[in-house]
């Protein structure tokens, strides 16, 4: 696995992309923070940006570097959750303007996965988490189904899990306004 993160974190520091497990499903994934390297992942997907893509983090305590006004019940939920959760918070900073969504928001997960976490600790920035698809495909449900169109467009595909064959739930998603209310977008 050490190998394989010193490259994966080559290719992000130099603005590539890369296809890696995450705590959910295969993700293609680039510097959270790079507009130009955000472009590719959606030329990649063949996919619009105006719905935005989510970011990954390792620990809630970089959160306050990525959203303002975070209530406090967003710590709670990320660190009492039993299974991963992405939460949209509404006013992001920080990252690549065309990450966002149309209204500002974006969408973060902390990772507790091993190869993600440690990726996304050492890289010391948000990494890009969109499943890996093109638009309007279903997404894989484990290495062996990411189409090779996907596999030829990213720079770096990562060698750790790719013969899992499980099929890992999506994370459940919530939005989370400033003053703390909660709307369920996916269980």
Known sequence: MHDDLKQALEVLRNGGIILYPTDTIWGIGCDATNADAVRRVYELKQRDNSKGMLVLLDN????????????????????????????????????????????????????????SKELCARFKKPIVSTSANSNGEPSPENFAQVNEAIKAGVDYIVKFRQDEMKNPAPSSIIKLTKDGQVTIIRE
């Open 60 to 115: 809630t305590a970089k959160l306050a570097g990525y959203a303002n006004d975070i209530p406090e019940v967003a710590y709670d939920m990320a660190e009492l959750t039993t299974k991963p959760l992405t939460i949209i918070y509404d006013d992001a900073k920080n990252l690549a303007p065309n990450i966002l969504a149309a209204d500002g928001s974006v969408g973060i997960r902390i990772t507790e996965e091993q190869f």
